[in-house]
């Protein structure tokens, strides 16, 4: 296999079974995303409960992560595949975990747009 990342199956304890997940079902990164979803989701249930939980470094790394995977996926995806309801849900996520990302993000639709 040749690539700009390559995976050895080798190192699985059942390589054969793995290779035809990553074929057939799910490669890698989509695997890691639905878990890094989950995990945003436990999180912010958590974070409900005790706000301190969402300061903490790592949460807020991995929710800050998360939103910025999901605002570049959005910016590759072709304008009928993405919602309107989908962008409007990333950008209240977006304004929820970091406002002054959020702002950016928020002064920049608006010099594309005037623009349009």
Request: charged fraction near 30%; proline fraction near 2%.
């Amino acid at each position: 296999m040749y690539g700009l990342v390559n995976i050895r199956y080798g190192v699985s304890s059942d390589a054969p079974t793995e290779q035809a997940i990553i074929e057939n079902v799910a490669g890698y990164g989509k695997q890691i995303g639905r878990v890094l979803e989950a995990v945003e989701c436990i999180a912010r249930y958590l974070g409900a409960r005790d706000a301190a939980l969402l300061s903490e470094r790592s949460i807020g790394d991995l929710l800050e992560l998360n939103t910025d995977i999901q605002a570049y996926r959005a910016s590759q995806a072709k304008p009928d595949s993405v919602t309107v309801s989908e962008f409007i849900k990333s950008l209240k996520a977006l304004k929820n975990d970091n406002e002054a990302r959020f702002n950016e993000v928020r002064d920049r639709l608006k010099e594309e747009i005037a623009k349009l």
